[in-house]
């Protein structure tokens, strides 16, 4: 009968677990809707003001007139990593902080060690990653998530771009999970600073903008604009994820937890049995030896 208590108390652990997970699933699928909306609806604007600036920069003095596009070797490296608060979604958090040791161990081991790359983390999980690793972390955000709105972002976006003004740093390099379905996260780097010039291979298409007041002020008010909108979407693509990641890794646990109830329920209902014949078949002794 001690075998039959423990798998009951198995029995118990495991329903609790399910309804757990199931219950986090559906939270999750509640805030992936929301977050999809969000990506969704700002998609088309981010890539309709990327497309006008590309345009523009066809034509701009990169070096006097875009201060965000110095033209030299990068010395300094900001790697921004973009992770979760919480954890139960996958792969989601490990993708992330790989990519970045990645991206250290083959294209900056140098500055990293003459201390010249440094990390800046969103998100808890990956905070406490890059503190365990030793490397050189010039900050975090782990409440922004918690909030996320554009007028959050906006503060920490400036300083990150004010730093690469002052050349604090040369090269500014974001790390994230592109919310692609609730399936599907695609593990992002991106070179947000300096701004990519145009290949020269690529088709140029001349535009003729009528710029009001100047063509100097426009740069200056969209080219800022265009990197904060561009820093935003990427926390808004790696929430999306995030709740894709964790709606689906839930969704698994609740199956797998489903599963398992099964297979306990029939170890159960054979250990039952067993102990019901064996019950019988001691009765069934004794009163033969009674006859005896």
């Given at each position: 009968?001690g075998?039959?208590?423990?798998?009951?108390t198995r029995?118990t652990?495991?329903?609790?677990?399910?309804?757990?997970?199931n219950?986090?699933?559906?939270?999750s699928?509640a805030?992936?809707k929301?977050?999809?909306d969000?990506?969704?609806?700002?998609?088309p604007?981010?890539?309709?003001l990327?497309q006008?600036?590309?345009?523009i920069n066809q034509?701009?003095d990169?070096?006097e007139?875009n201060?965000?596009?110095r033209i030299?070797i990068p010395e300094?490296?900001l790697?921004?990593?973009v992770?979760?608060?919480?954890?139960?979604c996958?792969?989601?958090?490990?993708n992330?902080t790989?990519?970045?040791l990645?991206?250290?161990?083959?294209?900056?081991?140098?500055e990293?060690?003459?201390?010249?790359?440094?990390?800046?983390?969103?998100?808890?999980?990956?905070?406490?990653?890059?503190?365990?690793k030793g490397?050189k972390?010039?900050?975090?955000?782990?409440?922004?998530l918690?909030?996320?709105k554009?007028e959050?972002?906006?503060p920490?976006i400036?300083?990150?771009?004010?730093?690469?003004?002052k050349?604090?740093?040369?090269k500014?390099?974001?790390v994230?999970n592109k919310?692609k379905?609730?399936v599907?996260?695609?593990?992002?780097?991106?070179?947000?600073?300096?701004?990519e010039l145009?290949q020269?291979?690529?088709e140029?298409?001349?535009?003729d903008?009528?710029?009001?007041?100047?063509?100097?002020?426009?740069?200056?008010?969209?080219?800022?604009?265009s990197?904060?909108?561009q820093?935003?979407?990427?926390?808004?693509?790696?929430l999306?994820a995030e709740?894709g990641a964790?709606?689906?890794a839930m969704h698994?646990?609740?199956?797998?937890?489903t599963s398992?109830?099964r297979?306990?329920?029939l170890?159960?209902?054979?250990?039952?049995?067993?102990?019901?014949t064996n019950e019988?078949s001691?009765i069934v002794?004794?009163?033969?030896a009674?006859k005896g």
């Amino acid at each position: 009968m001690g075998n039959l208590k423990e798998i009951r108390t198995r029995i118990t652990s495991v329903k609790s677990t399910r309804q757990i997970t199931n219950a986090m699933k559906m939270v999750s699928a509640a805030k992936l809707k929301k977050a999809q909306d969000a990506v969704i609806n700002l998609r088309p604007y981010a890539g309709k003001l990327h497309q006008i600036l590309f345009h523009i920069n066809q034509s701009i003095d990169y070096e006097e007139e875009n201060i965000y596009s110095r033209i030299e070797i990068p010395e300094k490296i900001l790697i921004v990593a973009v992770t979760s608060n919480k954890g139960l979604c996958g792969a989601f958090n490990a993708n992330v902080t790989k990519q970045v040791l990645s991206i250290i161990n083959e294209d900056y081991v140098g500055e990293n060690k003459e201390g010249n790359l440094s990390v800046f983390s969103i998100g808890k999980k990956g905070t406490e990653f890059f503190k365990t690793k030793g490397l050189k972390l010039l900050g975090f955000d782990n409440d922004l998530l918690d909030n996320l709105k554009f007028e959050n972002a906006v503060p920490l976006i400036e300083d990150i771009m004010q730093k690469y003004v002052k050349k604090e740093f040369d090269k500014v390099i974001l790390v994230y999970n592109k919310f692609k379905n609730a399936v599907v996260q695609v593990l992002t780097t991106d070179q947000y600073l300096p701004i990519e010039l145009p290949q020269l291979e690529d088709e140029i298409v001349n535009f003729d903008y009528i710029f009001e007041p100047t063509k100097q002020y426009i740069i200056q008010e969209l080219i800022p604009k265009s990197l904060k909108i561009q820093f935003y979407e990427a926390i808004l693509e790696s929430l999306a994820a995030e709740h894709g990641a964790r709606m689906t890794a839930m969704h698994k646990a609740t199956d797998n937890a489903t599963s398992l109830l099964r297979e306990l329920q029939l170890t159960y209902n054979k250990a039952r049995q067993a102990a019901i014949t064996n019950e019988i078949s001691e009765i069934v002794g004794g009163a033969e030896a009674l006859k005896g």
